[in-house]
């Protein structure tokens, strides 16, 4: 009876520990999107499981929102993204991939309405004030993309996109020095946002 016990006993440990790594396994394709539509599906098992609550569970729409906006399906990323708020309704990462999915749908006030609730949540959130300074760049709202730009500079000098981006607003507001220089600039930082 005793070995039939010890062997009950391992057997379950070696089944808590499977399902362990199991889920641990979903967990990393859920969150690095090398793989969207095997990330969805392991967010997914993750959500359906019931096993996590709080800050996890939203963590898990969060991730499988990305998952959906990576692959351009914006509206499927906006509701996940809502459930994700509907749990942890101060996950700043959340209010800037919604304003994202808002962005890539040209929706620029519902976007910078995310950007404003992600910055009052994390004052130092470079990607949100690098996301509301595009927004009012697509507004033509040059004076308030250069405030937002300016800020990001403050928070990373060394933000390429940032400069890019400034430059454009100078740009749209006539400024041919000043763009030129944050132009340079950008461009000296990251290659990559050199025009083609």
């Not at 359906?48 to 609550?53: M, Q, S």
């Not at 890539?104 to 995310?114: F, H, L, V």
């Not at 910055?119 to 509301?132: C, E, Q, S, T, V």
Request: one cysteine or more; a negative charge; aromatic letters at 10%.
């Amino acid at each position: 009876m005793r070995i039939i016990t010890t062997v009950a006993a391992t057997l379950s440990i070696w089944a808590l520990t499977a399902a362990a790594a199991a889920a641990s396994a979903d967990w990393d394709k859920c969150a690095q999107q090398d793989d969207l539509d095997g990330g969805i599906a392991a967010c997914t098992r993750i959500i359906n499981a019931g096993a996590e609550k709080g800050h996890n569970l939203a963590m898990a729409f969060y991730d499988r929102g990305n998952n959906y906006k990576a692959k351009g399906d914006n509206e499927r990323a906006i509701l996940d993204y809502n459930q994700a708020l509907s749990i942890d309704p101060n996950y700043a990462s959340v209010y800037n991939n919604r304003a994202v999915a808002y962005f890539n749908k040209s929706d620029y006030d519902r976007a910078i309405a995310d950007y404003n609730k992600s910055i009052a949540i994390d004052p130092k959130h470079l990607n949100a004030y690098i996301g509301r300074g595009d927004c009012y760049l697509q507004k033509k709202d040059y004076d308030q993309a250069i405030i937002d730009l300016n800020k990001a500079i403050a928070l990373d000098p060394k933000s390429g996109i940032s400069y890019k981006f400034r430059s454009l607003a100078y740009k749209g507001k006539g400024d041919e020095a000043h763009a030129t220089a944050d132009y340079n600039r950008a461009v000296q930082l990251d290659p990559s946002q050199a025009d083609h």
